[in-house]
């Protein structure tokens, strides 16, 4: 670090696509924090003889412009799928939608008693429930007394300024959906530990946007069959 700590913050975009899993690597190497995309955006702050560096390794042509210190606790990779999400709305002894991402092999799931929502107004209570199996993740029909469908389903990119999964372990994970109906950035964010956790489910405000809208009320369908749940109830 240079003399008292002082931090440099910078913004820049390369003529050309990079090896972002490379520049993220040199990064960590140079203790500097931030991310890159593998379009050539990159967001560097730390030491300023680091971020010089890590500049020049991006060759000619590079544009940048300064920026604020935002205090990441990663290097990391954005733009880059890192897994499925999977949204099942679930008549069961309670209606409800099976919210679920991709972490490490398996689906971590919340239930949500109203749906997601694209109005960041909305903070949807999400209660997390057992770890699923990616196998289920195309199931629609009936279930017991019930039924489920696939409401929506795409992939998902991690973001924020912690690494994943330790975001989800501290209790706030911010993350990108490209869904059919859920897209742009949401954030998790833990209320109440316990046996079976209490997290709001918000929608942040970007483009994806749609304040004061219901989209599961907007769009009942299955992104599957087309059907809405009703179809599959006896």
């Known amino acids: 670090m240079s003399p008292g700590g002082r931090k440099k913050a910078l913004r820049a975009t390369a003529p050309a696509p ?19 995309r593998p379009t050539g955006e990159v967001h560097a702050e730390g030491a300023p003889e680091a971020v010089e560096e890590l500049l020049r390794a991006l060759g000619d042509g590079v544009t940048t412009e300064a920026a604020r210190v935002e205090g990441h606790e990663q290097f990391g990779i954005r733009g880059v799928p890192a897994g499925v999400f999977v949204v099942q709305e679930h008549q069961a002894t309670a209606h409800h939608y099976d919210f679920r991402l991709e972490v490490g092999g398996v689906m971590r799931s919340w239930a949500v008693p109203k749906g997601p929502s694209l109005d960041p107004a909305a903070k949807r209570l999400a209660v997390q429930v057992e770890d699923h199996g990616l196998a289920h993740n195309d199931f629609e029909g009936g279930l017991g007394d019930g039924a489920v469908i696939v409401w929506d389903r ?81």
Do not use: C, M, N
Request: aromatic share 8%.
């Open 154 to 234: 795409g992939t998902y990119e991690q973001g924020g300024r912690v690494a994943w999964p330790e975001a989800l372990d501290r209790g706030h994970a911010v993350f990108v959906l490209h869904g059919e109906k859920l897209r742009g950035g949401f954030a998790l964010q833990r209320t109440r530990p316990g046996a079976k956790p209490q997290w709001l489910l918000i929608k942040r405000r970007d483009d994806e946007a749609r304040p004061g809208s219901d989209v599961v009320a907007e769009r009942p369908e299955s992104v599957v069959s087309g059907k809405p749940l009703g179809d599959f109830l006896d």
């Open 18 to 36: 990079v090896d972002a899993e490379a520049l993220a690597e040199q990064a960590r190497g140079l203790g500097l924090l931030g991310w890159v």
